[in-house]
């Protein structure tokens, strides 16, 4: 039933101000879906007294699943709200451990509870209710005590009790008990000891199978030289999976060292945790080698996927969002306040042009960042497959080159229409093309340019800033 009165009101102000400082905590900072989480929980607690919320709700208001969301056949309310429970643990063992107001979620509810530190009561208290009156026959006052005389009595009493108490459990307490704890063969300790040994909390990744179908008629898995353009379903966790996971996280519990859970399309789906992985990749790896090795996969995986109907649009937002951000972050690092070297442009600009979509551009932003840091004058253009606006833009040189940035699939089709284009409209200036990530032969692809083949294919960022410096690929953009 709906909260009313009083209770209600007294409560909302701790709970929400709770909530927000848990919100805002290094704890939850980068995990939207968890926030979104309990925020939820924490307005129906308030609005809904005494109920919780079902799984299929949270489903669909919350985590944005499809109205034949089944809850047994997808436990992800279940693993968030574990992993919330998880975050909020963790919490008042950190930043909140001083804070009055306790914030926590019962086992086996989808609703939180709100108490007093050290006080465990109801989330919501029940309003009195109030009684009939009942008339009743006077009776002749009895003769009235002295009341001080009486509390005193008590008193004494109380204080008399409570002192043999003391004293008998005094004498009857027992020494203290050693912890008994399972002993952990050398061995164990060291084949995980690169693990257990490193101050961050170790990462489990899982990955689920692929699923073509509808859960309520059946699925299979998918067959990749069938199955083009329907509903990929990848979101089921296999039983060994499962197992897999708890007995690593009951073996890291021995070893008192922290895991996190993730599952492999959701590696880096928080913008801090993505930028930790680029932080600790830059500390050993120049960026061309970042680039090149993690953010143009994470966008081919990302077309892939969205070419196949497997990628949300929130997803694909985040995955763009978040790479555009960090190459705009490093781009700031590597900024140079010294004045261009004349030599650098001698050679003519290179204007990065994307084929097909956001994928390319950003490729092309991340080429141009790099020749940039190299000494040589790159522009990155926007998204003109026509090329109607690119002489509003910048008019091209005869010196200029031209590099098409494409990211597989369709790489080739798209970049064979532009080279096109160029050719017709610009027939003196130097093609070369990039189809970033390419493992097939090279000459054999040029042959694909007909009538006129571009001056050159590559096919990483590395690549094609040597091609275009002649300096080796780890000396370039070393932050």
Known sequence: MPCSGLAA????????????????????RGSESLCHLLEYLASHSVDEQGSSV????????VFGRPADFDPRLDSTVRVQT???????????????????VIVEIPRGAYSVTVHARGVHAPAFPAEPVSQPEVLRPEVAPAPRRNPYVIALWLLSLACCGLMASLVYVTRNRPGPVAE???????PLKAFWRVFIDAPERTWIVFSNAEFVGRPETGLRYLDPARDKGGAIF??????????????LDQLFTQFRHGVVVKRGRLLAMDDHEARAVADVYLSENPL??????????????AEQDRHKGALDPAREEFVFLSIKEMIAEFSEQTASSEPADPEATAGGRILCLPVNDEADEIAATMLAQLLEVAGRSALSLPLDPSLQHLTAIVEPARSDVFCISAVPPFAFAH????SRLLQVRFPRIRIVIGVWGFNGDTERALQRFQPKRPDKLVTSLGDAVAYFTGESVTAVATL
């Open 9 to 28: 009101i007294a409560l909302r102000k701790p709970l929400f101000a709770e909530v927000g400082r848990i919100v805002s905590s290094d704890v939850l």
């Open 54 to 61: 079902k799984e299929y709700q949270i489903a669909t208001e």
């Open 82 to 100: 574990s992993r919330l429970r998880a975050k909020l643990a963790e919490f008042y063992a950190g930043p909140g451990a001083q804070d009055e």
């Open 180 to 186: 008994v704890r399972p002993e952990i063969p050398p």
């Open 234 to 247: 990848d979101h089921y966790t296999g039983i060994g999976e499962v197992m897999a996971i708890h007995e």
């Open 288 to 301: 061309v080698q970042l680039y090149d090795s993690v953010f143009i996969p994470a966008l081919t995986m």
């Open 415 to 418: 970049a064979r229409t532009l």
